[in-house]
């Protein structure tokens, strides 16, 4: 695989997390941001009426949803690229203790990709993978090492641009995006594999999703909406009982439209994210 579709690939899994708001660096501001009043006592325990005041119920959720610091994860994104439709899966486990980890499977198909499913472990300062899968014949060596340093230059960003984005990234960032947006109103009650959920949806602007994003990620993601001519996102999140995340999809328009969605359970579960041993990884050239 070129390094720029390797880096294409470890960009989509980050963005599956959260969305283009897991640029964040605001601190958390734009969970203030909206409609409505701040979080009282009944919104964190649940007891609002959503329909009602859906922001205060998003900011539970989005409360909630982060301090749990750990779920898994089954996504699936379908974007039209030049080279065609391009599928990319995920599924394993999160980890943002301490900026965003993991421990998943990742399976890019169409477009180019090698459609067959890799092992990714995504550490503070590198992404492992076990290329044995699409690279027969590596020997003892089937992971190889990516630097974020690397990677990110790969995209066209400075060396710091997935550092910036795994830092702040973790599922509350959908919910926060919502919020930000204005927009936000409850649906109704679904079920999302058999958990009572709270549907909610909203329209997020570029610019609202670009304004989120330090200068480097800014930069690359205006590129990348003028390419694709995207003028907004509908965002929809699903919120069970427990001010949890379960849901989120994602729908982006313009000349290259993409859609995104995700499914997140069993939070505050351990994942493992030991690196593969030394004399079983190689390092990516220019990594």
């Not at 599956?16 to 734009?30: F, M, P």
């Not at 550490?123 to 076990?130: G, I, L, P, Q």
């Not at 641009?161 to 204005?182: K, M, R, T, Y």
Request: hydrophobic fraction near 35%; proline fraction near 5%.
């Amino acid at each position: 695989m070129r390094s720029t579709r390797i880096a294409a690939a470890v960009a989509g899994a980050v963005m599956l997390v959260g969305s283009l708001s897991a640029c964040n660096d605001d601190g958390g501001k734009a969970a203030g941001s909206g409609s409505g009043s701040g979080g009282s006592s009944d919104a964190a325990g649940g007891k609002q009426d959503p329909a009602q005041n859906p922001v205060d119920a998003l900011k539970a959720a989005q409360e909630a949803t982060s301090g749990k610091k750990t779920a898994q994860i089954d996504g699936t994104t379908d974007t039209t690229t030049p080279r065609g439709r391009m599928k990319q899966s995920i599924k394993g486990g999160l980890d943002w203790t301490h900026g965003m980890q993991m421990n998943v499977s990742n399976t890019v198909s169409g477009g180019g990709g090698p459609g067959k499913p890799i092992k990714a472990i995504y550490t503070k300062d590198a992404v492992y993978m076990n290329m044995s899968a699409v690279m027969p014949g590596m020997g003892g060596k089937p992971w190889m090492k990516y630097s974020y340093e690397a990677l990110s230059k790969g995209l066209g960003g400075s060396g710091t641009l997935f550092q910036d984005v795994l830092q702040n990234a973790d599922p509350s960032q959908p919910i926060e995006l919502l919020i930000a947006s204005g927009t936000a109103k409850a649906v109704g009650k679904e079920s999302v594999n058999g958990v009572r959920a709270t549907h909610y949806t909203g329209t997020v602007t570029m610019d609202q999703l670009s304004d989120k994003a330090g200068k480097s990620v800014r930069d690359l993601v205006q590129k990348q909406l003028a390419k694709g001519g995207a003028k907004s996102e509908q965002l929809d999140v699903w919120i069970d009982d427990h001010n949890l995340l379960v849901k989120k999809v994602e729908k982006l328009g313009g000349k290259q439209p993409s859609s995104s969605t995700a499914l997140f359970s069993d939070y505050g579960a351990t994942v493992d994210l030991t690196p593969p041993p030394a004399g079983r990884t190689a390092t990516a050239p220019g990594a």
